[in-house]
């Protein structure tokens, strides 16, 4: 059974930066493409970056392209979100996902969710 588990949240200053990591546990971290989603408060959860299998594939949101960063390490099983020029509009849970084989930006095909981390941008 393959679960997510979500750290590396916090409170940061509009311009600053933060990295979130998801530790996958399960012996197959290397079938699951893995995305990261955010849900502000009173929206609906929509996407921010996904990557494939290896990590060679990509996928961003426009919002945060260019500010984020999605990897793996398939050997540590974690995913990352490198998350610069903090906005305040950033302001979010953020949550990790997996599902088999293919990227999606639509969290609707993901199967397995992390319990999400705050991540909140001050001005």
């Known amino acids: 059974q393959v679960q997510l588990a979500e750290s590396g949240g916090g409170l940061v200053q509009a311009g600053g930066s933060l990295r979130l990591s998801c530790a996958v546990s399960?012996?197959?971290?290397?079938?699951?493409?893995l995305g990261w989603f955010r849900q502000a408060p009173g929206k609906e959860r929509v996407f921010v970056a996904a990557?494939?299998?290896?990590?060679?594939?990509?996928y961003y949101a426009s919002s945060v392209k260019g500010r984020f960063t999605i990897s793996r390490d398939n050997a540590k099983s974690t995913v990352y979100l490198q998350m610069n020029s903090l906005k305040l509009e950033d302001t979010a849970v953020y949550s990790c996902?997996?599902?088999?084989?293919?990227?999606?930006?639509?969290?609707?095909?993901?199967?397995?969710w992390g319990q999400g981390t705050q991540v909140t941008v001050s001005s």
């Open positions: 990557v494939g299998l290896s990590g060679e594939s990509t």
């Open positions: 996902a997996a599902r088999p084989l293919i990227l999606s930006a639509d969290p609707k095909l993901y199967d397995i």
């Open positions: 399960g012996r197959t971290f290397s079938t699951y493409a």
